[in-house]
């Protein structure tokens, strides 16, 4: 019996098929005697309303532990203190409250690797997700109408379609300013609005304020940047041009996606509304957040709300804790772009990790919820004492502290010899200079092969970290010459496959007339390969046709669909035509001239893509990626592979969304493919590591996890690591010093060049 009022529950009589109770009053009730399977349902009720009633004589707040920052540097166990709390939860309550594990996008494959790599044989209570899984997890448990994803290549075409039709004559003045990059720049330029929290009309009631020649009346809102001096009148009003294109090119596509399609911000900001209206799902989980360092406004209040409504909530951030007493005053931080060996000052190292605590610690106390700072002092990672004592030195060169034993001095702890490729930092870290990036990955290529000879490392306890992309084929080329196995760690973009190059060339073909290089490049994609014929022979009789028409200076190859006057006359007569070369123009060069000419003055997207999809199959491109893939794999080239088999089914989810946004828009054909090449650009695809021993080459801001023994870094260089990219913006820095005098917070270019 479980005491639960208004019963006692205690019997006071017993009769032939009856019991009866007293109540609270005194009075007595007579119930009929329950089947054992009523009495089961009757104690469980009876259960689980006591417990409501147990739980609800404290106050809510008192249940949650409030919000726990994780402080310490770089391998001081932040990571390792969370995996260890997920797999505990796991193995004393597989059925317990839901535990999310919130990590980065490109870092949910490895946390769950990682997660279960200790003994763990599953998580059922566990769930590791970036914030845009977690909106597609959430969405699946919701009862709304599903939204379709759609991606930033097919938005980037609906903005190039929006600027090709063109409008008011100070728009086209904005948009042939950004050069060929616009649609990408204007898409950026949208969604950074977005992430700030703003809609259209926020941005259009910003617009009619500076019409009426109004001036900013309160006060900024972050002062963490200093102001630059206010902008001219000449400042206000091209800035005013600027929003005013830009305004409008939103408004146009926010009418095609509607309520339909969701990108990156939309569901951050779905995500937000769902959170703050419903808190059945997630309420009482435990979150952990990890290897975070910088969030939009947006994504930073999709995260409060999430520790909001959770029983405990751990954030690590890499800060180390001497650099500034997080406890009691918030971070200092010096001038943008400027360093100080100040032990206050927090540029360039611990700078971005600080101001995500401050403005963390800021919202939750906001909120309401209490803020602890646990801190991690140790260092587990760095097993050699000597490599731990260059870490911390280099901590205390660029982050202004100073370690007990001495090292935080960089005069003191950074030794260099005289010739290049011998300094030395610490027997733990080798520093060698070279004049060249080919000379820096040939030496690391030769380490690497020496280490391995020594039967102390395997290829897959080594990673190649290097600054920016540039690396890549260099990197590619150099380990190919000395066999040595590796693996990129990263998404492969797919402009330069040939696939793409195919249909980039193809838009360059007039549609009456086809140049002799444009035809040739598209020949030597091989997609056209015919049914039975080597590819060597495909090679020579293509590089036979370009000497036939370099011969009798043939520069138009074709016209209307058709061979030229003069290709065909040299093709009947010229004795070093063979069969194969006349195979090839028959059957590769007449089909990419009849597609061309299939494009009409104007057509349909729908229409267009129809072409360029019946085409593929006509002539078995899916069978060509294929044999393509096979032949990758056979040459040990995994990650090409890789590449070639999702490279159809990219094609096809973007051809869908293009369909869906602009099928039934008519545009000629030369603006249908400046439209489609519009968002090749953004397509990338995922590419998984391989179980092999490899070398895994990793791009600079990736590879947390990476089980390394062995870590090379290339291109370091003070202030260029990794490479700040320029990639082109639609506001300058005294444009967007104007916005913030409005309270419009955009990212400042000199810390995005940082």
């Known amino acids: 019996y479980i005491a639960h009022p208004p019963f006692s529950r205690v019997p006071q009589e017993q009769g032939a098929g009856k019991r009866r109770f007293k109540t609270g009053g005194g009075e007595e009730r007579r119930l009929a005697r329950p089947t054992p399977c009523q009495a089961r349902e009757d104690l469980l009720a009876l259960k689980l309303r006591s417990t409501e009633r147990m739980f609800s004589c ?33 193995r004393e309550d597989p059925l317990g409250h839901p535990v999310l594990y919130i990590v980065p996008d490109h870092m949910t494959h490895d946390a769950e690797r990682v997660l279960l790599a200790s003994g763990l044989s599953g998580a059922i209570r566990t769930q590791v997700l970036s914030l845009s899984r977690l909106f597609w997890w959430l969405e699946g448990e919701g009862k709304d109408e599903p939204l379709r994803p759609v991606s930033p290549a097919a938005v980037q075409a609906l903005l190039a379609y929006f600027v090709a039709r063109g409008g008011s004559r100070s728009d086209e003045g904005v948009f042939a300013g950004l050069g060929p990059d616009a649609p990408r720049i204007l898409r950026e330029a949208i969604d950074e609005f977005r992430h700030s929290q703003l809609t259209a009309r926020d941005l259009e009631d910003l617009y009619e304020r500076l019409g009426r020649g109004e001036r900013p009346t309160q006060e900024r809102e972050n002062t963490e940047l200093p102001a630059r001096g206010e902008a001219s009148p000449a400042e206000l009003l091209r800035l005013r041009e600027k929003l005013g294109a830009l305004l409008r090119l939103w408004q146009k596509r926010d009418r095609v996606l509607g309520e339909r399609f969701v990108d990156y911000p939309g569901r951050l900001a779905r995500l937000a509304n769902r959170l703050r209206n419903s808190r059945e799902l997630l309420n009482e989980s435990v ?127 950074l030794r260099r010899e005289a010739h290049p490729g011998a300094a030395v930092a610490a027997p733990g870290m080798h520093i060698s200079a070279y004049a060249r990036p080919s000379e820096e990955v040939e030496a690391a290529a030769q380490e690497i092969l020496r280490l391995v000879g020594t039967g102390a490392y395997r290829f897959r306890d080594i990673a190649v970290y290097f600054r920016d992309e540039a690396y890549g084929p260099l990197l590619e080329a150099t380990f190919a010459r000395h066999r040595i196995p590796f693996f990129q760690v990263t998404r492969a973009g797919v402009a330069a496959h040939p696939f793409f190059f195919f249909l980039g060339r193809l838009a360059r073909l007039s549609r009456r007339r086809a140049d002799r290089e444009t035809v040739l490049a598209c020949l030597r994609t091989e997609l056209l390969l015919p049914q039975g014929m080597e590819v060597a022979r495909f090679r020579e009789a293509v590089d036979r046709l370009e000497l036939l028409a370099r011969a009798y200076e043939i520069r138009i190859l074709g016209a209307g669909g058709e061979l030229s006057r003069r290709l065909k006359q040299v093709l009947a007569r010229e004795e070093r035509v063979t069969e194969d070369v006349n195979r090839v123009v028959r059957e590769s060069l007449l089909p990419i001239l009849r597609l061309r000419r299939a494009f009409h003055e ?153």
């Open 287 to 413: 979150v952990y957040v990890d290897d975070f360092e910088r969030l939009s406004p947006l994504e930073l209040e999709v995260l409060l709300l999430l520790i909001g409504m959770s029983r405990e909530a751990y954030v690590a951030l890499t800060l180390d804790p001497e650099a500034s007493s997080l406890r009691s005053n918030p971070p200092t931080f010096g001038n943008a772009g400027e360093r100080s060996d100040a032990p206050g000052d927090l540029r360039p190292l611990w700078a971005d990790a600080a101001a995500l605590y401050e403005r963390l610690r800021k919202g939750a106390e906001a909120r309401g919820i209490e803020v602890k700072v646990k801190e991690f002092r140790g260092r587990p990672r760095y097993l050699h004492p000597d490599l731990r004592r260059a870490v911390e030195c280099v901590e205390g060169f660029f982050g202004g502290t100073k370690h007990a034993d001495g090292y935080g001095d960089g005069e003191t702890c």
């Open 58 to 90: 404290f106050p809510k707040e008192s249940r949650r532990m409030g919000l726990t920052f994780l402080v310490g540097p770089a391998g001081s166990g932040k990571t390792e203190w969370i995996l260890q709390e997920i797999r505990q939860r796991e």
């Open 602 to 754: 104007r057509l349909r997207v729908a229409e267009g893509i129809r072409l360029l999809d019946a085409f593929g199959e006509e002539h078995r491109f899916p069978e060509r990626f294929r044999d393509w893939e096979e032949e990758a794999r056979e040459r040990g080239e995994f990650e090409r592979a890789q590449v070639h088999r999702q490279i159809w089914r990219l094609w096809r989810s973007y051809a869908d969304e293009l369909t869906l946004l602009l099928g039934n828009a008519e545009l000629t054909a030369d603006e249908f493919f400046h439209v489609f090449l519009a968002g090749f650009e953004g397509l990338t695809v995922g590419l998984v590591p391989p179980t092999l021993d490899q070398v895994h080459l990793v791009l600079a801001d990736r590879g947390e996890f990476a089980d390394v023994r062995v870590a090379f870094v290339l291109g370091m260089a003070d202030g260029s690591f990794p490479r700040s990219r320029a990639s082109g913006s639609l506001f300058d820095a005294r444009e967007r010093e104007a916005l913030r005098a409005w309270n419009v917070e955009l990212a400042d270019d000199e810390e995005e060049e940082r």
